[in-house]
């Protein structure tokens, strides 16, 4: 089946490929005739592994759910949507009855390969609620509509809900700190329910990346009780719920007055901390110690305009990271990652992941590192241009929540006594919550098998 059209600039990922011989090949002039994103759809081989091209013609992850309105029709015994036949395997591993799905656990309850292999159909019938099937095995199955034109529909399509993509994304430089994304704590006082505006403020991060949360009473209870609400906190080797102060108790700049540059947090773990909180409590018989964000997507989308090459080359390398300040720590992730990673399936940029001072090697081949260096110059200028920054000084009462896998954070030296508490949440469990309150769960499970 030829690949899907790639209209724009690519780089290539190849499974198996040791990570240093992996390199996008409009890196290597020779086997690049005309500019990379001017060259057709193409299915690269490399060794044994076959990398195919990503997409990436709009690498911004966003997306409205649009359940098209394919034919679907039974055909020499194949059920076919949009004139294409699905899988009888796929149909009848993907049975929702309640003797294949549990009803409650949502777990698929079929052993899969107890299927035969030749499984077919013996009756299908169509009907505007969708497809019922009789199976060769004597069972009987009923396929919502909306399953099956999901199932049919592209990759971006489908993975909207997979991903839970915003309608739509806003990229925002120092212009962001006219009118910032704010929600506000429901005083305790009011006679409304004490629950935060979940579904607003979730929505604000998932499209701006990060979200003020103001009238928030300045303690760690209320702090952590806030974050709670959306998920549970992360543990790390710093503790759960965080309040800390210059006091190196962990052996962390964080934990100290200097100046830190835009970063993004646990670049060291497999799986980086997706929220990240900070609740400035108290700064006393002192000065300074702003907070600065910078949007790592619009940083990305600028590179991506500006140096394809280089996106590709942040795209494809991967680096190492480490925590090892604290006594008998040394923590780092179980592989390498890229600056900026995508999504398999659909291109769509998923991760920044920054953090000059958390790094470790750089998985190339040491002559070879030149190159990435290069590249990483170029984001790293982005990054530091001031239009590119939001510096805001936080108060007390109002809790700053960004998407860590998106926004970098940063400070500005400081003296005197400062006071910040917070905490990190995981990336899966705020996303999910982001889907149930704004898509619901109905919505979320009927495209579980299609996503
Ligand atoms: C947030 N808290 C103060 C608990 C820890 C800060 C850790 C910062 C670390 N260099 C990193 O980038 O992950
Ligand atoms: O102290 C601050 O405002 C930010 C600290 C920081 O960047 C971090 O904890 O990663």
């Not at 009888?88 to 390969?113: E, G, V």
């Not at 006393?284 to 280089?310: E, I, M, Y």
């Amino acid at each position: 089946m030829p690949l899907p059209r790639i209209p724009f600039a690519r780089f290539r990922y190849a499974s198996l490929t040791p990570s240093w011989a992996r390199q996008p090949s409009c890196l290597q002039p020779r086997h690049c005739a005309k500019p990379h994103h001017m060259r057709r759809n193409s299915t690269y081989t490399q060794g044994n592994s076959q990398a195919a091209d990503i997409r990436s013609n709009s690498i911004l992850p966003q997306g409205r759910v649009v359940i098209p309105d394919y034919p679907i029709e039974i055909n020499d015994r194949k059920v076919s949507v949009n004139g294409k036949d699905l899988p009888n395997i796929w149909l009848r591993d993907n049975c929702q009855c309640s003797s294949c799905m549990h009803p409650d656990t949502k777990q698929r309850m079929l052993d899969t390969f107890t299927i035969p292999q030749d499984i077919a159909i013996n009756n299908a019938s169509v009907s505007d609620h969708g497809v019922r099937i009789e199976w060769s095995d004597n069972h009987s199955s009923l396929y919502p509509r909306a399953l099956l034109l999901q199932a049919a529909s592209p990759p971006t399509q489908r993975s909207i809900i997979r991903l839970g993509l915003p309608p739509t994304l806003t990229l925002w430089g120092s212009e962001i700190g006219h009118a910032p994304p704010i929600e506000h704590h429901p005083s305790p006082s009011s006679s409304s329910s004490s629950t935060l505006p979940l579904a607003a403020i979730l929505s604000k991060i998932r499209t701006h990346g990060f979200c003020y949360i103001d009238a928030t009473p300045p303690t760690p209870s209320a702090t952590s009780a806030l974050l709670t609400q959306i998920a549970f906190i992360r543990p790390t080797h710093y503790g759960a719920f965080y309040d800390f102060t210059s006091d190196l108790s962990s052996a962390d700049t964080a934990y100290t007055t200097l100046a830190l540059p835009a970063h993004t947090d646990t670049t060291y773990f497999s799986d980086p901390a997706g929220l990240q909180a900070f609740h400035l409590l108290s700064h006393t018989r002192g000065a300074g110690g702003a907070s600065l964000l910078v949007d790592g997507f619009k940083a990305a989308s600028d590179l991506h305009a500006a140096d394809p090459a280089a996106y590709a080359v942040l795209s494809s390398v991967n680096v190492h990271a480490h925590a090892s300040g604290n006594r008998g720590i040394s923590i780092q992730a179980h592989r390498g990652f890229p600056v900026l990673q995508h999504d398999g399936a659909t291109g769509a940029l998923l991760q920044v992941r920054w953090n000059t001072a958390d790094r470790a090697g750089v998985e190339l081949p040491v002559h070879e590192a030149g190159r990435w260096y290069d590249a990483a110059r170029k984001f790293d200028a982005l990054l530091k241009k001031r239009e590119n920054e939001y510096w805001e000084q936080l108060t007390p009462g109002r809790v700053l929540v960004f998407d860590n896998w998106r926004v970098l954070h940063g400070r500005s030296a400081f003296t005197g006594e400062r006071r910040v508490c917070g905490g990190y949440v995981n990336r899966d469990d705020w996303i999910s919550k982001y889907k149930m309150v704004t898509m619901g769960q109905e919505k979320v499970l009927a495209h579980l098998a299609s996503g």
